[in-house]
C-alpha cells in the first residue's frame, strides 16, 4: 500500500521531539531551561514570600539581643490638689494652733533607667536560639528554593513533551487520513472490501481522539508553566540532563545528601532551637540581679515644698523560691520536645537516603529507558516499512499497516517520555543531594544572599523602617 513517505520522515524528526522544540527549530532566540529557571528564581512569588519570612525571622535576634541593653523610661505627671490642715505647736508659753489651706498645681517629670546584669543566661541562651532560629529558616528557603527549581525543570521539559507528543499525533493523523484516501481508491477499484474502509475508519478516529487528548494536557501544561516560570512558553530550545554536576555513585550522592540537603540541615538546627530552649526555662530557677538609677523633678508639691528633686540609685536582687511549679513543668516539656527533635532529625534522614536512592534509580532506569526507546523506533519504523511493501503485493493487510503504524507511533511517544523522565530524573537527583541552587547550575542572575539583610538589622537599636525604605 502506498504512503506518503514525507509523512513517515516527518514522524522520524519528532521521535527525537523533547530534545527539539515544538517547532522543530532553535534558533538565538529560543528560550532555554537554564533562562526559565532563572525567571523561576527571580519571580515566582511563593518564593519571595518565603524570602519575605526568613527576613521576619532575622528580627529576633535584635529581640533577643535587647535583654542586654538598658531600659529607658520617662515619665510625667500634672494635676490639681486641694490642702486644707491645721499644725500645732507646744511651747513654753503655751499651744499655738495655725492652719493652712489652699489649691496647688503639683506637676513633675522624671526619667527611669534600668539595667539587667544577671538573669539566669537567658538572655545569651535566647540569642543564640533566635541565631539558630534564623539558620533553620535560611535551611527552609534553601527548601523551597529547590522545590521551585525542580519544579520549573519539570514544567519546561513536560512542555516539551507534551508539544511533542501533539506533534506526533498530528502528523500520526495525516498519515491516517492519507491512508483513508488511498484505502477508499483501492476500494473503488476492487482492490480491497469494505472491512479495510471500516478498519481505517477506525484508526483515523482514534488518532483524532489521542490527538485531542495530547493538546488537551498540552493546554494545562501551558497554565502551569505561566504559574510556575511566569510567563507562556514560546520557542523552547532543547533541555538537557545536569549529570555533571551529581556525584558519581550511589554511595557517594547518599553521603553527600546527608550533609547538604536542606531539610536535614534544617532538622539539626531545630535540635539546636530546643536544647537552648532547654537552658531558657532553666534560667527562671536563677536569681536575676539588675540596677536602677532614677531622677525626678517636682514643683508644687504641696502648700509647703514648692519644689522637690529626687535621684535614686538602687540594685535589686531577685532569687525565685516557689513559682508555683511552673518553671518546672516548662523545663520537662522543653526537654521532650528536644528528644522529639531528635527523633525526627533520624527520621529526616532515613528520608533523604530513601529519595536519593529514589532519585538514583529514576535516573538509572532514565538512561536504559531512552535507548530501549531508540532502538524500539528504529525497529518499528523498519516494521512498518516492510508491512507497507508486503501489503503492496498483496501479503499483508490494510490492518496490518494500520498496527504497525500505532506501534510506530506508540514507539515514538515512549521515546519522547523517556527523553523528558531522564532530564528531570537528573534535577530530581541534584534537588535530592541538596545541590540545586543557582550556584551549582551556574544561572545567570544575582543570588539572593538572606545574610544582607541579618546584617542590615542585627545590632539595630533604633528605627522603624526596614532596609528597603518601608
Known amino acids: 500500500m502506498p504512503v506518503t513517505r514525507r509523512a513517515t520522515r516527518i514522524l522520524g524528526v519528532l521521535a527525537a521531539g523533547l530534545l527539539a522544540s515544538?517547532?522543530?527549530?532553535?534558533?538565538?532566540?529560543?528560550?532555554?531551561?537554564?533562562?526559565?529557571?532563572?525567571?523561576?528564581?527571580?519571580?515566582?512569588?511563593?518564593?519571595?514570600?518565603?524570602?519575605?519570612?526568613?527576613?521576619?525571622?532575622?528580627?529576633?535576634?535584635?529581640?533577643?539581643?535587647?535583654?542586654?541593653?538598658?531600659?529607658?523610661?520617662?515619665?510625667?505627671?500634672?494635676?490639681?490638689?486641694?490642702?486644707?490642715?491645721?499644725?500645732?505647736?507646744?511651747?513654753?508659753?503655751?499651744?499655738?494652733?495655725?492652719?493652712?489651706?489652699?489649691?496647688?498645681?503639683?506637676?513633675g517629670v522624671g526619667a527611669t533607667l534600668t539595667q539587667n546584669i544577671y538573669n539566669g543566661q537567658q538572655t545569651a541562651n535566647r540569642t543564640r536560639a533566635a541565631e539558630s532560629q534564623v539558620s533553620a529558616a535560611r535551611e527552609g528557603l534553601r527548601v523551597l528554593e529547590q522545590t521551585v527549581l525542580l519544579s520549573a525543570a519539570t514544567i519546561y521539559m513536560d512542555y516539551l513533551r507534551d508539544a511533542a507528543i501533539v506533534e506526533v499525533q498530528r502528523s500520526n493523523v495525516r498519515v491516517l487520513e492519507q491512508t483513508l484516501k488511498q484505502?477508499?481508491?483501492?476500494?473503488?477499484?476492487?482492490?480491497?472490501?469494505?472491512?479495510?474502509?471500516?478498519?481505517?475508519?477506525?484508526?483515523?478516529?482514534?488518532?483524532?481522539?489521542?490527538?485531542?487528548?495530547?493538546?488537551?494536557?498540552?493546554?494545562?501544561?501551558?497554565?502551569?508553566?505561566?504559574?510556575?516560570?511566569?510567563?507562556?512558553?514560546?520557542?523552547?530550545?532543547?533541555?538537557?540532563?545536569?549529570?555533571?554536576?551529581?556525584?558519581?555513585?550511589?554511595?557517594?550522592?547518599?553521603?553527600?545528601?546527608?550533609?547538604?540537603?536542606?531539610?536535614?540541615?534544617?532538622?539539626?538546627?531545630?535540635?539546636?532551637?530546643?536544647?537552648?530552649?532547654?537552658?531558657?526555662?532553666?534560667?527562671?530557677?536563677?536569681?536575676?540581679?539588675?540596677?536602677?538609677?532614677?531622677?525626678?523633678?517636682?514643683?508644687?508639691?504641696?502648700?509647703?515644698?514648692?519644689?522637690?528633686?529626687?535621684?535614686?540609685?538602687?540594685?535589686?536582687?531577685?532569687?525565685?523560691?516557689f513559682q508555683g511549679g511552673g518553671e518546672y513543668a516548662l523545663i520537662r516539656q522543653s526537654k521532650e520536645t528536644l528528644a522529639q527533635q531528635r527523633l525526627n532529625l533520624e527520621q529526616v534522614r532515613d528520608q533523604t537516603r530513601a529519595t536519593v536512592a529514589q532519585a538514583w534509580g529514576q535516573l538509572a532506569a532514565g538512561k536504559a529507558q531512552v535507548q530501549s526507546a531508540q532502538a524500539q523506533v528504529a525497529a518499528s519504523e523498519i516494521a512498518l516499512n516492510g508491512v507497507r511493501e508486503e501489503a503492496r503485493v498483496g501479503q499483508r493487510t490494510t490492518l496490518d499497516v494500520l498496527n504497525a503504524q500505532q506501534a510506530l507511533v506508540n514507539a515514538r511517544v515512549a521515546l519522547v517520555t523517556a527523553q523528558h523522565d531522564r532530564v528531570v530524573a537528573s534535577y530530581s537527583v541534584l534537588s535530592a543531594v541538596g545541590r540545586l541552587s543557582p550556584q551549582v547550575l551556574k544561572l545567570n542572575t544575582t543570588v539572593y544572599d538572606p545574610s544582607v539583610h541579618y546584617h542590615q538589622v542585627r545590632d539595630s537599636w533604633f528605627g522603624l523602617r526596614i532596609p528597603d525604605g518601608r
Open 22 to 107: 515544538s517547532s522543530l527549530a532553535t534558533s538565538a532566540l529560543s528560550d532555554t531551561i537554564e533562562g526559565a529557571l532563572v525567571r523561576a528564581y527571580q519571580n515566582n512569588p511563593q518564593l519571595n514570600a518565603q524570602r519575605a519570612s526568613v527576613r521576619a525571622t532575622d528580627e529576633g535576634v535584635p529581640q533577643a539581643l535587647s535583654g542586654y541593653r538598658p531600659r529607658v523610661s520617662i515619665t510625667a505627671n500634672a494635676g490639681g490638689q486641694y490642702s486644707d490642715f491645721k499644725s500645732q505647736t507646744s511651747t513654753a508659753a503655751g499651744t499655738t494652733s495655725s492652719i493652712l489651706n489652699g489649691v496647688t498645681y503639683p506637676r
Open 183 to 321: 484505502t477508499r481508491d483501492r476500494f473503488n477499484v476492487g482492490e480491497v472490501t469494505r472491512t479495510d474502509v471500516a478498519q481505517s475508519e477506525s484508526q483515523l478516529a482514534a488518532g483524532r481522539t489521542q490527538l485531542l487528548t495530547a493538546e488537551s494536557n498540552l493546554t494545562t501544561t501551558r497554565a502551569n508553566f505561566r504559574r510556575i516560570i511566569g510567563n507562556d512558553p514560546e520557542s523552547l530550545a532543547p533541555g538537557s540532563p545536569v549529570d555533571r554536576f551529581l556525584p558519581a555513585t550511589l554511595a557517594a550522592a547518599t553521603n553527600l545528601g546527608l550533609v547538604e540537603n536542606p531539610n536535614v540541615t534544617a532538622a539539626m538546627y531545630g535540635i539546636d532551637v530546643s536544647h537552648l530552649q532547654v537552658k531558657i526555662n532553666e534560667g527562671a530557677l536563677f536569681p536575676t540581679l539588675s540596677l536602677q538609677a532614677s531622677v525626678q523633678q517636682n514643683y508644687d508639691v504641696s502648700l509647703t515644698v514648692p519644689r522637690q528633686f529626687t535621684a535614686v540609685g538602687s540594685a535589686q536582687l531577685s532569687v525565685p523560691i
